[in-house]
């Protein structure tokens, strides 16, 4: 499992090699610049400021010199929030995304598990197309739809939640999870329920019934280990997309996060702290593939890790 893992983090470097080159090419075609929206300064001044920035180097020099940093660990000093540098940023907001993120990806496991059992075992029933109902309301209906509907709905209208805002506290939570989680409940009910079918008709099934096992320990002993797999395999990219899918409901609900730097970021040209944060989302994706993988090797043996 070990030369598996360390085969996979080879694997992986090339694309995020190429991440980065594409990142920072992108970034630099754009139209505008770090400072081009501050009010008018003396070109001696803007000089200065490119300088110390590196701006007035080639764009492979400055390249290289971003590589080196990363290499070492560094980001490098944000454009735009002084005295912090890149490293600080992502360490500040990412407690708070990961929260969030992780509390969505539960409440969309759990739900997603439950409806998707609910909905195999008892097809055509009110209780299948319920949740039916309901996985096509959050595949149909995008995120940034969601979240402003719930605002006006449950924070506006019903005044039982805050609009926005983020002190901690539980009420402040609520919305931003909800949101988040309603696409992941979707696609994890629907995989479950369409696995679950396909188990409870496999021959394994039928001997444990045969046997005389009783219809719950069949299911629970027997099914769902054999049912689950295809949810496995998809919460390892679904984990890492909430978190960085975060980036719209950090800016619909006003939480400080790293997808808020981020997009603060990119509207302000602040070239450090895009890349670092493309490169770091770039690396939870990876990683929560390969625990996907090794998770799956796990529950079933014959997954192999060649």
């Known amino acids: 499992m070990f030369a598996y893992a360390i085969r996979r983090i080879l694997g992986a470097l090339p694309t995020l090699i190429a991440l980065a080159v594409i ?3 992108m970034m630099r075609v754009a139209p505008g610049g770090p400072f081009s929206g501050n009010r008018r300064v003396p070109d001696e001044i803007r000089a200065n400021v490119e300088r110390a920035f590196h701006l007035d180097e080639p764009l492979w020099m400055q390249f290289g010199r971003w590589v080196w940093g990363v290499l070492h660990f560094d980001f490098g000093p944000s454009m735009k929030y002084r005295d912090y540098n890149v490293s600080e940023l992502i360490a500040i907001g990412l407690p708070t995304s990961l929260e969030v993120g992780i509390w969505a990806m539960i409440v ?9 059992i609910a909905g195999a075992l008892r097809r055509n029933t009110s209780i299948d197309y319920a949740a039916g109902a309901l996985a096509m309301v959050g595949l149909a209906i995008p995120i940034f739809v969601i979240g402003p509907v719930l605002q006006l709905t449950l924070g506006l209208e019903l005044r039982w939640l805050p609009i926005a805002g ?6 402040f939570k609520i919305l931003p999870i909800i949101t ?4 992941g409940i979707a696609y994890v009910s629907r995989l479950m329920r ?8 496999s021959n394994y099934v039928r001997t444990a019934r045969a046997k005389g096992i009783g219809a719950r320990r069949t299911i629970i002993r027997h099914a769902l280990r054999g049912a689950i797999m295809p949810v496995v395999a998809y919460l390892g990219p679904a984990t890492a997309i909430t978190i960085t899918g975060s980036i719209v409901i950090e800016q619909i609900f006003q939480i400080p996060g790293i997808g808020r730097y981020f997009v603060e970021g990119a509207t302000g040209r602040d070239y450090p ?3 670092g944060v493309t490169i770091f989302y770039g690396a939870i994706v990876i990683g929560a593939n390969l625990l996907t993988d090794l998770v799956r090797s796990w529950l079933d043996p014959k997954v ?3």
Do not use: C
């Open 180 to 183: 988040l989680s309603l696409p």
């Open 166 to 171: 983020w002190d901690g506290s539980w009420p």
């Open 273 to 275: 702290l895009v890349m």
């Open 194 to 201: 369409a696995s679950m079918i396909e188990t409870m008709r």
């Open 108 to 116: 969309s496991t759990l739900i997603g598990l439950a409806l998707g």
């Open 304 to 306: 192999s890790y060649e």
């Open 23 to 25: 990142s920072f090419f």
